[in-house]
């Protein structure tokens, strides 16, 4: 290590970062972060949906059929179950789970059908069969089916392997953080 001294200012290191240039990196990194964040950015890692960044957008609506969502799953054995079974991720949801993307296949009052896919009222839902076993050959067990209840929406993935509605049921529509808008995404 050199180090020089000079009359004109403090004592400096030859050849290593200061300390406040390593601060003024670690500032702006903490601060790309939370306006990421707070401004509703989100990456997504699972296969679910194309890969990459989103963005949630404010939903000053009642969910409709169709609607690509945000929403925190509820913190139902089912979903307690999912997150043991590492099909969900660590986040900040209730239940220490991320927020799930996911789109609106059936609304309060709609029938719901579970059999070797999903229908909602008596007509088939696209690609939405079911799985008997996961990946690890553990049992999947299926949602009954039936009417989906008042302030609660079904949810669908086309993913094969998604872990979605067909599974855990209808959710709550307040779990509902916003629409999914794709900012900068891949599709394997």
Request: aromatic share 8%; proline share 7%; charged share 20%.
């Amino acid at each position: 290590m050199n180090i020089r001294l000079d009359e004109s200012g403090p004592l400096k290191l030859r050849g290593k970062p200061s300390l406040r240039g390593l601060g003024t990196v670690a500032t702006l990194f903490l601060g790309a972060i939370l306006f990421a964040w707070f401004g509703g950015y989100r990456i997504n890692l699972t296969p679910s949906e194309p890969l990459g960044l989103w963005r949630i957008v404010n939903l000053d609506r009642a969910a409709e059929v169709g609607d690509l969502v945000f929403i925190c799953p509820p913190r139902t054995a089912a979903v307690q179950e999912a997150r043991h079974r590492g099909y969900l991720r660590s986040g900040l949801c209730p239940g220490g789970v991320a927020p799930l993307i996911k789109t609106v296949i059936a609304v309060a009052g709609q029938r719901v059908e579970i059999a070797a896919s999903v229908r909602v009222d008596r007509r088939d839902v696209a690609r939405s069969k079911l799985a008997d076993r996961d990946g690890e050959g553990r049992p999947l067990t299926p949602f009954g089916g039936g009417i989906v209840p008042a302030s609660s929406v079904f949810l669908h993935s086309a993913f094969a392997g998604s872990y979605d509605s067909r599974y855990f049921g209808p959710v709550a529509a307040s779990g509902i953080l916003g629409l999914a808008q794709e900012v900068l995404t891949y599709a394997p």
